[in-house]
């Protein structure tokens, strides 16, 4: 696997400090791994971009610092809730002879027969899956072909995809889902909807009253009526 060059300088700034280096375009980063000191660097934000963009979080990376060219892969990645600009990056530092453990992200590719006809739809459980190999054969994504479901209940499992296992092992499970073809309208849905439904007519009937009630004391029979005049008292003194 090719690795693709980043230049990052030693960094002496740390702590709250390191906001200014991001004002100025530089994002704080250290490089750490098994049996290696831990080094805290820099890297220019618009250099990093390009790499990442490239390398993702199982390509290598050669890290320049100072005089040493040090094979890395992206570990963690801190990103901003907002601008989603990076905030910290952790470069872990790999032996190219050793095994390591990474999380590789699943890619959709194909087109579902289930979902072109509107059969099905398509549910995708799981994004990404957790690997071992050599730093030299991590691959970049592993592809999870659909052109095969065409039924509901169709499905496709760790056990299915088609990588080099003699190069890649796998830590998840064999038989979990990672692609299947789920009812339009899932039993589910329909009794949440019914729930909705007898919720919406129950509080319908509380606020139109019932028939053959009595409206309110004082409020005309029938809209538009003048209500009765009030007696007045007569006139006549009443017989000593």
């Known amino acids: 696997m090719e690795q693709i060059p980043l230049i990052a300088q030693k ?21 750490f791994g098994h049996k290696v000191k831990t080094v805290h660097v820099q890297v220019k934000a ?19 610092v100072d005089s040493q060219k040090l094979p890395v892969l992206v570990r963690n990645l801190q990103i901003h809730p907002v601008t989603d600009e990076p905030l910290h990056v952790d470069f872990y530092q790999v032996n190219l002879t050793e095994k390591v453990k990474v999380n590789v992200p699943l890619e959709v590719v194909g087109e579902a027969p289930a979902v ?13 899956v957790e690997v071992e190999a050599l730093p030299s054969d991590l691959p970049e994504n592993i592809e999870v072909d659909i052109s095969k ?57 509380e606020v139109a009253p019932a028939e053959g009630e009595e ?18 008292p007569s006139e006549e003194s009443p017989k000593e």
Do not use: C, W, Y
């Not at 072109?116 to 990404?128: A, D, M, N, Y």
């Open 116 to 128: 072109e006809k509107k059969v099905g739809l398509l549910l995708t459980p799981v994004s990404e």
């Open 215 to 232: 409206k309110p004391e004082g409020e005309a029979a029938e809209e538009g009526a003048e209500p009765k005049a009030e007696e007045k």
């Open 46 to 64: 618009g250099e990093f971009h390009k790499v990442f963009e490239k390398a993702g979080e199982t390509g290598i990376i050669s890290l320049a």
């Open 149 to 205: 479901l065409e039924n509901i209940g169709d499905e496709i499992r760790i056990k299915d995809l088609k990588i080099d296992r003699s190069k890649i092992e796998i830590q998840t499970d064999e038989e979990l889902v990672v692609a299947s073809i789920g009812e339009l309208v899932t039993k589910e849905m329909e009794a949440v909807e019914a729930e909705m439904e007898a919720e919406a007519a129950e509080a319908a009937a």
């Open 11 to 31: 960094r002496t700034v740390l702590g709250r400090k390191v906001k200014q280096l991001r004002k100025d375009g530089i994002i704080p980063a250290h490089v």
